[in-house]
């Protein structure tokens, strides 16, 4: 198993544009999370999935897009960048089935926004 | 307000030593916590997960030990290694769902030879 995988590894956006951070893990797991993590701070929870087609707001969502039509992926959309947005972004999945805690995280897309 | 707080901020240790890092938290409710390792470039591996009823747990040369009534937790690292230079994160979680999850800054170790 590849595990959580995560696409670009780095991206530069200008103020404005928009973008997709792509996750896909392998794993068949049910729930999937978005965080963003900024320099000395914890991981902030963006948005979270508990199953396709199911999806819900975290602690930071402004400024962010998620979807899930398939249990594999779980894409991240970013409408207008802002300089705001800029920081390490990691995906993570939970397989809830098994009543583990567990949450598996991808390596993350470090993103720019100048 | 839900925190994690963690300290030492940093920690410089000589390979071989052991050292100790703690973590403080007001989460309410408290479903179990977890300590995270994140190496630089990386994400987060998990090392323990602990929930109201247990107060210590193991994986390897990584204790952790959590005392629920104080609201505090610590990892205990035995006879580190070069690669135990990490950031190592404390993790509190609200929910069984994994979406209330308030994560510490982290404790950034450093193990030089």
């Known amino acids: 198993n590849a595990g959580v995988t995560q696409t670009p590894k780095f991206r530069i956006l200008k103020i404005g544009q928009s973008m997709t951070l792509q996750c896909t893990q392998d794993m068949n797991h049910n729930y999937m999370y978005w965080y963003r993590q900024d320099p000395g701070m914890g991981l902030k929870l963006i948005y979270y999935s508990v199953g396709a087609g199911i999806t819900d707001k975290g602690e930071v969502p402004n400024g962010y897009n998620v979807s899930r039509s398939t249990t594999e992926d779980f894409p991240l959309r970013l409408e207008l960048a802002a300089p705001s947005q800029t920081s390490v972004y990691f995906c993570?999945?939970?397989?809830?089935?098994?009543?583990?805690?567990?949450?598996?995280f991808g390596p993350g897309t470090r993103l720019t926004v100048t | 307000k839900n925190q994690v707080e963690q300290s030492p901020q940093s920690l410089i240790i000589l390979e071989g030593k052991n050292c100790t890092l703690q973590c403080n938290y007001t989460v309410s409710p408290f479903s179990n916590l977890r300590w995270y390792k994140q190496d630089t470039g990386r994400g987060p591996v998990s090392l323990t997960i602990m929930t109201f009823s247990e107060n210590t747990k193991s994986n390897g040369r990584y204790t952790a030990t959590l005392d629920a009534d104080t609201k505090q937790s610590s990892l205990h690292i035995t006879a580190s290694q070069l690669s135990d230079s990490a950031s190592y994160i404390c993790v509190v979680s609200a929910s069984e769902y994994g979406n209330k999850l308030v994560f510490g800054a982290g404790t950034i170790l450093r193990v030089k030879s």
């Open positions: 993570a999945s939970r397989n809830e089935r098994v009543s583990s805690y567990e949450q598996y």
